[in-house]
């Protein structure tokens, strides 16, 4: 089996150099990489030109396309997936550095398990919560980490395997690096083009509708090891990630999680409780981006509120339109 790489980026070019530099040192050499440029200046476009020639030498086809729809991640993960040939799409952000070994380890698992449809590696710098927040989280069942464990919540959080320490069954898996066969990529549609810009909630999105179609085909691995630097560049302003996490949430809560009362009453407690601990930092340590952050994500639940309607049918643009 073959893989193909699709990186999105939004004006990450030194980002994405460092990523470029751990994929051409890999013990299993990728067959194409596909560069989508969601950004608004000619960085990237140079920076595979000036690239192209070293990754050919090693039969690696580096490839350039600029988003020319919506700024949108889900969306140049897309176009980027329509572009390669491969039997496995290997999803990767520009901010990742992989081991040597993170390809080979990624196919071993497929070779090992022949029903699996999707498999992601372990990002190495992603820690365990502390104690009292982990806990707290777990009361409000909001993202937390537990040994070994991955999980999606009622609530759309998520369970992170930390430390992840042997192959775990998935169910859901990270837009930083995961890997679906093209052919349950295909017939799921890929990712929801609903979600724009940073398109908070789209590996959830797609990974937990394949998790829920086809239960224990998707797996994740301690052995494919990265790095997630987290890059700063390209990143929206506060207050609109707190009115995309809360819009997009509610969205996908409507999306793909049963809408039973008593997954209504675990969403409820979970908008309580990040409130609450917003609030008390806020009370503890008074400040005026402590209050903004408090102001921005009041504001975001008040959206849902008044949008319940249009967000429970899909219709986003009310939101979408402000981000043009």
Not at 111 to 121: D, R, S, V
Not at 136 to 146: D, L, Q
Not at 176 to 186: K, P, T
Not at 215 to 224: I, S, W
Request: glycine letters at 4%; proline letters at 4%; hydrophobic letters at 35%.
């Amino acid at each position: 089996m073959q893989v193909s790489i699709v990186i999105p980026t939004y004006n990450r070019a030194e980002d994405l150099d460092k990523c470029l530099n751990s994929l051409i040192t890999q013990t299993i050499l990728p067959k194409e990489i596909m560069i989508v440029d969601d950004g608004d200046n000619d960085e990237i476009e140079n920076l595979i030109k000036q690239r192209k020639k070293e990754f050919k030498k090693e039969n690696i086809f580096l490839r350039y396309i600029r988003n020319e729809k919506e700024r949108s991640a889900a969306i140049a993960r897309n176009i980027g997936a329509e572009n390669t040939t491969e039997d496995i799409i290997l999803f990767l952000d520009s901010d990742v550095i992989l081991d040597e070994d993170y390809i080979k380890e990624i196919l071993k698992v497929y070779e090992e398990k022949p029903n699996a449809l999707g498999i992601q590696g372990y990002i190495t710098n992603k820690p365990a919560l502390s104690f009292p927040s982990n806990l707290i989280n777990k009361i409000f069942f909001n993202t937390n980490t537990e040994k070994n464990v991955n999980r999606m919540l009622p609530s759309f959080k998520s369970v992170y395997a930390v430390p992840l320490t042997k192959k775990i069954n998935c169910e859901w898996m990270i837009g930083a690096n995961s890997s679906y066969l093209r052919e349950v990529f295909e017939e799921m549609g890929g990712f929801d083009e609903r979600l724009l810009r940073r398109s908070t909630g789209e590996d959830g999105d797609l990974s937990y509708r394949v998790f829920k179609k086809y239960p224990g085909r998707l797996f994740q691995t301690p052995n494919a090891r990265l790095i997630h630097n987290l890059s700063i560049s390209g990143r929206l302003p506060n207050e609109t990630v707190s009115l995309m996490e809360e819009i997009y949430h509610k969205y996908l809560f409507y999306k793909d999680i049963d809408q039973t009362p008593i997954n209504k009453f675990i969403w409820l407690c979970n908008k309580i409780g990040r409130l609450l601990r917003m609030a008390k930092g806020f009370f503890l340590n008074p400040s005026r981006g402590s209050f903004l952050m408090l102001k921005y994500r009041v504001k975001g639940y008040l959206e849902c509120i008044y949008h319940s309607k249009k967000i429970k049918i899909g219709d986003l643009d009310f939101f979408n339109n402000m981000l043009e």
